[in-house]
Every structure is written in structure tokens, then in C-alpha cells.
């Protein structure tokens, strides 16, 4: 934790935008730092970095492998590429999910800003331990059949220990640190290890919801179509067609011709 983590992420995570208006996750874009709106959360969020990010983060690709990954979150600062990404996705699930629209019975709107704060938070957060806590390898429920090491499905989990520990001193004082808590942990979804912090586990309504939240913009943002959208490019082309008589390109009528089997006059 060397770093300066809260220069770093006002860098790539903020930029020369500055705070964006209310509302302004609502029209598209990229969303980041900028859009949290509650700003004792913005520092929140950054504390969190600062006494969890493993070092690496900054600079590594999103997946080592490059399997699952879109091309965008390879090769060097892949990963904050890929949170970035997911950002984008958080905030548009988040908008197609939103029962009360802009503009309407706007004192229904708490809940939708509330989860709005803590779901963003989360996915800036969620692979800042990518590589899991390496001094937990050895525990039973990380080994799989053949040995296979769950370190990697571990790694939300451990993310959000880390922040119970050293941020919150083991010790949640505020409902939205335990929904970011779940959100962070379940963030793989069906493939979270230990399986009982996957959001499909969860009991409690809250905390399913942002949880499935911050999955669904973690799965969007690391689906690999890169070559799908060429695909659809080239398959959902228009078929080409001659222009329409009379328009340039469109081909010369030669002189009438009688057709074959037409009596000779």
C-alpha cells in the first residue's frame, strides 16, 4: 500500500471533469467517482482504497489469461479499464431498473439514490484485491475437487474482509457499510467463493439487491464481445440493391425487347 491511493484514483477515477451535476449518471457516459453523490461516501470510498488496494491493481490487466475479458481491459492498466467499464454498466442496469424515472414522484427517488452511492462505490471497489489474500490459500473451503485453488473466486470475498477490518475495525456502524460489505463480497455472482456470500444466498432483500446489482456490472463489463460485434457488423449488414431507375448509378434502360416466345410482327 506504498502508493498514494487517493491520487490515483482522483486520476483515473475522477479526472479533469470535476463534480458532476445531480442526476448527470442518468444520461450515459461513463460514470466514476465524480458520480457519488453523497460526498462523506466519495471519501468513504477512497479511504477504502487506500488501506485495501494491493499495489498491483493500477497496473495489471484485468484477466491474466485474457479469456473472459473484452480487448479494452488487456495489457497494462486493464484492470482500472475494466472498473471503469463497470461503472458504465452499473449506472445503466441501475437506470433501466429505476421504477420512479427523473421528474417523477421524485420523493420516491431515496432508495434509487441510496443504492445509486452504494453500488458504484462497490464496483470501483470490487477487484482492488484481485489477487486475493495469499495468506488464506491454504483453507479448506478455498480447495475444489483435484486441489483446485479458489483463491481467485475468494477474492470479493476477501476484499470485503479487508474493509470490515481495517477500515470499519470489525465493527459495521452504518446500514450502507454492510450493503457495500455484500455488494463487494458477491460480486462473482453464482462463482463467489465462499458460496454463502453469493447474492443468490442472500436473505436479507437489501442486501441481495445491490449485490446482484454489482454482478450483473461486473458480467456485463468483462463479457468478451469483441468478436461478436464484428460478427453482428457483418451479418446484420443491409444486402445491397440496385438504386431505383432513374437515379444516378442506377442502370440505363436499353431499348425494348420483345420477349422470346412474342409473335414477329
Known amino acids: 500500500m506504498g502508493q498514494d491511493v487517493h491520487a490515483l484514483m482522483t486520476h483515473h477515477f475522477a479526472g479533469p471533469l470535476g463534480l458532476l451535476p445531480d442526476g448527470a449518471w442518468k444520461y450515459g457516459g461513463v460514470e466514476h467517482l465524480n458520480g457519488i453523490r453523497n460526498p462523506a ?27 473472459y475479458h473484452p480487448a479494452v481491459s488487456a495489457g497494462p492498466g486493464g484492470l482500472v479499464r475494466h472498473t471503469l467499464y463497470g461503472c458504465y454498466w452499473a449506472c ?3 437506470r433501466a431498473m429505476d421504477p420512479y424515472p427523473q421528474g417523477v414522484d421524485p420523493q420516491n427517488r431515496r432508495a434509487i439514490t441510496w443504492h445509486h452511492d452504494v453500488v458504484l462505490g462497490a464496483v470501483m471497489l470490487h477487484d482492488m484485491m484481485k489477487n486475493g489474500d ?61 458460496e454463502k456470500w453469493a447474492p443468490h444466498a442472500l436473505t436479507q432483500p437489501d442486501n441481495k439487491h445491490v449485490a446482484t446489482l454489482t454482478f450483473l456490472a461486473d ?8 468478436g461478436v460485434i464484428a460478427d453482428v457488423l457483418k451479418l446484420g449488414r443491409a ?17 425494348a425487347r420483345a420477349p422470346a416466345d412474342a409473335p414477329i410482327s
Open 219 to 226: 458480467y456485463c463489463a468483462s463479457r468478451k464481445a469483441d
Open 134 to 194: 495469499a495468506t488464506k490459500a491454504d483453507l479448506p473451503e478455498r480447495k475444489g475437487s483435484g486441489g483446485r485453488n479458489y483463491i481467485v473466486s475468494c477474492h470479493g470475498v476477501d476484499m470485503a474482509h479487508a474493509i470490515f477490518t481495517r477500515v470499519l475495525n470489525g465493527q459495521v456502524g452504518h446500514p450502507d457499510h454492510l450493503l457495500l460489505l455484500h455488494a463487494v463480497a458477491g460480486h462473482m455472482g453464482p462463482w463467489t467463493k465462499p
Open 239 to 255: 444486402p445491397e440493391t440496385p438504386p431505383l431507375p432513374g437515379l444516378p448509378g442506377a442502370p440505363q434502360a436499353g431499348p
Open 92 to 94: 445503466e442496469i441501475m
Open 41 to 67: 461516501w466519495r471519501q468513504w470510498i477512497i479511504d477504502c482504497a487506500a488501506a485495501c488496494c494491493q499495489d498491483d491493481f493500477w497496473q495489471r490487466p484485468a484477466s491474466n489469461s485474457g479469456k
